[in-house]
């Protein structure tokens, strides 16, 4: 049924059992009074291994190191980069606004107020990607639109192509607009591009007489259905809540069809969120790992305590 059971949440296993097999889990209140809540806010390894053994059995799980064993190495990289003064400015006054926020809520209240937190957050991401995005009057530099241009010159140096992912169909703009400056050749897809046109798109890239050597791409756009093993080079923008999108992302290009080594680069504004949203990433993976193989999990849930994580 799916190749990812669960990516953000506990929840998401029950569904998917309660469509297969209802009643097995039983209702979603008693799943989470059993185990939900005790696997998540309380690490009961008990609840995980008796949930992984009863799910087990319905479960086939196939890595993609043991069925594709002639597929090339893939090798990841975060690169750092710094944040500049103003930029830095504008960052600290929006971390300060929506700590204030969270802290003078409880959890209740922040269940409540999601959308407006999820917005500032949203607002707090795209400083780190550019302020340009939020502050049309910005006339400030963004590091990392700078040290994305030059690691995609270099890759491209190098004889490699390159895909860019971004959750920001505004920051794509941008980023094309670096390309334009620079004389680099590319292409686009987003959720705007139509089936026909995608398919055309990747054909043109694909072509090694091709000049366009970068291929810039919505992360949702560009999540599943595409085949790009014509690129080499994969980079991230900007972090995603969800290491799974990305990772399915990625497999634009590493998959099979790929004769070279899959260098991939997830680009992180140093000292911010995005290196938070790192550590969330982490935990959410280890979530999925645990039930599927029993080993040892973290939260997944969004609390007052882990907002304020996120913003120290």
Same mark, same amino acid.
């Given at each position: 049924?799916?190749?990812?059971?669960?990516?953000?949440?506990?929840?998401?296993?029950?569904?998917?059992?309660?469509?297969?097999?209802?009643?097995?889990?039983?209702?979603?209140?008693?799943?989470?009074?059993?185990?939900?809540?005790?696997?998540?806010?309380?690490?009961?390894?008990?609840?995980?291994?008796?949930?992984?053994?009863?799910?087990?059995?319905?479960?086939?799980?196939?890595?993609?190191?043991?069925?594709?064993?002639?597929?090339?190495?893939?090798?990841?990289?975060?690169?750092?980069?710094?944040?500049?003064?103003? !930029?830095?400015?504008?960052?600290?006054?929006?971390?300060?606004?929506?700590?204030?926020?969270?802290?003078?809520?409880?959890?209740?209240?922040?269940?409540?107020?999601?959308?407006?937190?999820?917005?500032?957050?949203?607002?707090?991401?795209?400083?780190?990607?550019?302020?340009?995005?939020?502050?049309?009057?910005?006339?400030?530099?963004?590091?990392?639109?700078?040290?994305?241009?030059?690691?995609?010159?270099?890759?491209?140096?190098?004889? +490699?192509?390159?895909?860019?992912?971004?959750?920001?169909?505004?920051?794509?703009?941008?980023?094309?607009?670096?390309?334009?400056?620079?004389?680099?050749?590319?292409?686009?897809?987003?959720?705007?591009?139509? $089936?026909?046109?995608?398919?055309?798109?990747?054909?043109?890239?694909? +072509? $090694?007489?091709?000049?366009?050597?970068?291929?810039?791409?919505?992360?949702?756009?560009?999540?599943?259905?595409?085949?790009?093993?014509?690129?080499?080079?994969?980079? +991230?923008?900007?972090?995603?809540?969800?290491?799974?999108? !990305?990772?399915?992302?990625?497999?634009?290009? +590493?998959?099979?069809? !790929?004769? $070279?080594?899959?260098?991939?680069?997830?680009?992180?504004?140093?000292?911010?969120?995005?290196?938070?949203?790192?550590?969330?990433?982490?935990?959410?993976?280890?979530?999925? !790992?645990?039930?599927?193989?029993?080993?040892?999990?973290?939260?997944?849930?969004?609390?007052?305590?882990?907002?304020?994580?996120?913003?120290?």
């Amino acid at each position: 049924m799916t190749g990812t059971p669960i990516e953000n949440r506990l929840s998401e296993l029950w569904s998917i059992f309660n469509f297969v097999m209802p009643g097995f889990l039983k209702s979603y209140r008693e799943f989470k009074k059993d185990f939900e809540s005790p696997i998540v806010k309380e690490d009961d390894q008990d609840c995980l291994n008796r949930l992984s053994q009863m799910v087990g059995p319905f479960i086939l799980r196939r890595l993609k190191k043991d069925v594709l064993k002639d597929l090339p190495d893939k090798l990841e990289e975060v690169r750092y980069v710094g944040v500049g003064k103003e !930029q830095r400015r504008l960052y600290d006054a929006e971390i300060a606004r929506l700590k204030n926020k969270v802290m003078a809520e409880d959890d209740e209240g922040i269940k409540r107020e999601q959308i407006e937190i999820l917005a500032a957050l949203t607002r707090i991401r795209e400083i780190c990607c550019d302020p340009g995005l939020l502050y049309e009057d910005y006339k400030g530099e963004s590091e990392k639109r700078l040290a994305c241009v030059d690691l995609i010159k270099s890759a491209i140096d190098e004889g +490699h192509k390159v895909l860019l992912f971004s959750q920001f169909t505004s920051m794509l703009d941008l980023l094309e607009e670096s390309l334009k400056a620079e004389e680099i050749g590319f292409l686009r897809i987003d959720g705007q591009t139509p $089936k026909a046109r995608r398919l055309t798109l990747v054909n043109v890239f694909k +072509h $090694k007489d091709s000049p366009a050597k970068v291929f810039l791409i919505s992360l949702k756009a560009g999540g599943t259905g595409l085949n790009l093993t014509g690129a080499d080079t994969v980079i +991230h923008y900007d972090p995603w809540w969800n290491v799974a999108a !990305q990772n399915q992302a990625t497999d634009r290009a +590493h998959r099979i069809g !790929q004769e $070279k080594k899959v260098t991939v680069y997830k680009l992180i504004a140093k000292d911010t969120v995005e290196e938070a949203i790192l550590d969330l990433q982490e935990a959410k993976s280890l979530l999925a !790992q645990g039930i599927l193989t029993a080993e040892s999990v973290s939260s997944a849930s969004l609390q007052k305590e882990d907002l304020l994580k996120i913003l120290d």
